[in-house]
């Protein structure tokens, strides 16, 4: 058993900097949890004051129902994995594995076997008589992983575990981490601010921005339900589409052009008063090209036309950006005319400069306020 919670906790460091703003998250044994969010959205210093090396200004830390705000980092039993890997460059991969245990002064045989068998899980048998400077960026971060797990922890935290990595080995060590909590089961707080890793890994997320909690939850609860603004534009790649509108005459308008309000849209309207200004959420994903989109889904679809301007053909999918019509009615000259992502299967004959029909579903429209950035749907 191993819930960890924090209840109000906020971090304020001596110059009166917030770092995080009453925290509220209660992590349930065996769960992964993934804290994400720009840079300087509090992530690490969460992450700190659950490992001890940071102190907690304000609210409470529990690990198992215990308070332990004032509990040193050694007497947490948690095992922090660092993005610099912190290995000891004199010491063998053995050793370095086997560190803690010779801290914690554990039988040598009961070492030798934890050692072997964490070596075993992370593949990394065949190293562990050389020297961290002999080994490439992933194998050490296998051995970081792997003093980490000798221990048999209560926890483990990470922060930005891979981001030191190239793109192709990134995607390796994911699939490892994903494994190893599969076999392992420990409850896992990691820090990232790669939306993919968050979706990948997490069961759920924590979307932090300015030190504040924007949305918790699953990661198909924030791609598919972003309660607001920031969400809607964090969480998805490319990110989504979001484009001024207003509601008249029982239609939205907007440079997708006019969109009859269907009875999901209007109750979204209507349960939150919104004023007639909305901003109109659409992901790249939503959209096909009509010429290649499946004629029995046509009569649910809307349709529009835009020019496309640069299309980028990525093998598996392509992406296409479009000029849009500006409808404001404000002043045109405060920024540039809209424009759209839209992201196309391959088989699309999409290409650059050229009218492109799209069609889409309404159901997948998201309204946000403008003045707030709530979500109204
Ligand atoms: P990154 O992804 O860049 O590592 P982060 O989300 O982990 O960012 P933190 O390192 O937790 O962000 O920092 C949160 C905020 O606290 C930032 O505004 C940062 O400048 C500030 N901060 C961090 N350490 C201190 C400190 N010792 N004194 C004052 N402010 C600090």
């Known amino acids: ?25 209660r992590i349930a044994d ?7 969010g720009p840079s300087g959205c509090g992530k690490s210093t969460t992450l700190n004051m659950i490992a001890g090396l940071e102190p907690i200004s304000d609210g409470e830390l529990r ?37 803690p245990l010779r801290l914690a002064k554990t039988d040598k045989a009961e070492a030798a076997r934890r050692i072997a068998e964490a070596a075993r899980i992370l593949d990394i048998s065949d190293l562990l008589d050389r020297r961290p400077a002999h080994l490439s960026g992933g194998q050490r971060q296998r051995v970081a992983m792997g003093r980490a797990i000798v221990r048999d922890p209560k926890a483990f ?19 490892m981490i994903s494994r190893l909590q599969n076999r392992l089961g420990t409850t896992t707080v990691y820090v990232t601010h790669d939306q993919t890793e968050a979706m990948t890994l997490a069961d759920r997320i924590v979307l932090l921005d300015k030190g504040e909690v924007q949305q918790i939850g699953t990661p198909d609860e924030l791609y598919r339900t972003p309660v607001n603004l ?17 509601v ?11 969109i009859p309000l269907t009875s999901r849209l209007h109750a979204a309207l209507d349960a939150h008063r919104a004023s007639r200004e909305v901003v109109l959420g659409i992901r790249p994903e939503a959209f096909e090209d009509a010429r290649i989109s499946r004629p029995s889904q046509q ?27 500006d409808t404001r009615k404000a002043d045109l000259f405060q920024s540039a005319a809209p424009q759209l992502v839209a992201r196309l299967d391959a088989d699309s004959p999409a290409r650059e400069n050229e009218p492109l029909d799209l ?19």
């Open 30 to 36: 065996g769960e992964f949890v993934i804290l994400v």
């Open 1 to 25: 058993m191993a819930e960890i919670v924090l209840d109000g906790v906020t971090k304020r460091f001596a110059d009166g900097t917030v770092a995080v703003q009453a925290l509220d998250l």
């Open 63 to 99: 690990i198992d129902g215990t308070r332990v705000n004032e509990r040193a980092p050694r007497d947490r039993d948690i095992a922090m994995v660092f993005q610099s890997y912190a290995l000891y460059p004199h010491l063998t991969v053995r050793e370095n594995i086997g560190f």
């Open 299 to 325: 009569g649910e679809l809307l349709s529009f036309t835009a020019r496309t301007d640069i299309v980028e053909s990525l093998g598996a999918e392509k992406f296409a950006y479009l000029n849009l019509p």
């Open 359 to 377: 069609v889409y579903d309404p159901d997948a429209l998201h309204l946000f306020a403008p003045d707030t950035g709530r979500s109204l749907t």
């Open 248 to 258: 008249e005459a029982g239609a939205l308008h907007s440079p997708l052009g006019e």
């Open 230 to 246: 920031f969400t809607a534009g964090f969480i998805g790649s490319p990110a989504m589409n979001l484009l001024p509108a207003h």
């Open 157 to 175: 935290l990470m922060d930005e575990p891979l981001s030191n990595l190239d793109a192709k080995l990134r995607v390796q060590m994911r699939t």
